[in-house]
């Protein structure tokens, strides 16, 4: 297929101050693609649980240092953040909440439920 | 799924791809997920910190089994599926377009069966 290389270019995204609504919605998009990155680490965990107790104490070492804890739990609250995102998207769906004022204060809630549930987990898994 | 009536696919009308199908399994999959996290999150918690034994004896049980080896199902197919719209968004060229959903579809397929082998063989341990 010929493509048109003079064509007018998309308006640049940096030159304009996104809307709260519109930095949820990149960010949503940006830890999906983080978050299925993530997977991989999620098949080395059950590998080294398939693997034996070895395999096992081995990868529980690794998971222990202070930066991958750090990059694990930026992980956990990136899931739940996206997972919050996405009840709103299916809320979206449904063709509900579109006002500007719903828009903002949604985004709040979902960003303060993410944060709370991921401290919910902190504090739950610590003991 | 295909939602077209049949008057409209005789006529030729809507989208002659599966966009329909690829958002409706973006949600079905998503819903799916909502419960689901909590067994992640418990077997991610066990793993990391728990003794070996607790962590397989929790793995072996039929209601977690069944729960983990869901999430796997559906948490590969989401992640595909969003990583499709993803690159179809950002990528213009129609060869590369092809291409790259391609390798993702099939490593996240590969991803996919070697998490779910990886926990019967873990069954077959404990």
């Known amino acids: 297929m010929a493509t048109n290389t003079d064509r007018p270019t998309s308006p640049h995204l ?23 990155a993530g997977l991989v680490f999620f098949v080395y965990i059950v590998y080294a649980v398939a693997g034996g107790s070895n395999t096992y104490t081995a990868m529980q070492a ?66 | 799924m295909d939602y077209r009536s049949p008057l ?9 791809k599966a966009g329909t199908s690829h958002w409706w399994m973006q949600r079905v999959t998503a819903v799916a997920l909502i419960p689901l996290s909590y067994w992640l999150i418990t077997f991610l918690n066990l ?45 213009a060229a129609e060869g590369v377009k092809i291409v790259a959903v391609w390798t993702v579809n099939l490593s996240f397929l590969l991803l996919a069966l070697a998490a779910l082998i990886a926990v019967f063989r873990t069954l077959l341990i404990g």
């Open chain 2, 8 to 16: 409209a696919r005789v006529r030729g009308l809507g989208s002659a």
């Open chain 1, 62 to 127: 690794l998971m222990s240092l202070w930066l991958v804890k750090l990059i694990y739990w930026g992980f956990i609250y990136a899931l739940f953040f996206h997972l919050c995102h996405g009840v709103r998207h299916l809320i979206w769906d449904a063709g509900k909440s579109f006002d500007r004022d719903t828009l903002n204060r949604y985004a709040l809630i979902e960003l303060g439920c993410s944060l709370v549930l991921t401290l919910l987990t902190l504090i739950l898994t610590s003991e």
């Open chain 2, 47 to 91: 793993s990391l910190n728990a003794p070996y034994q607790h962590t397989v004896e929790w793995l072996a049980t039929p209601l977690n089994t069944l729960c983990i080896v869901a999430w796997v199902l559906a948490v590969f197919y989401h992640a595909a599926l969003g990583l499709q719209v993803v690159i179809e968004d950002y990528i």
């Open chain 1, 14 to 36: 940096q030159v304009y101050k996104l809307p709260l609504t519109g930095i949820i919605s990149i960010t949503h998009r940006m830890t999906g693609v983080m978050l299925s």
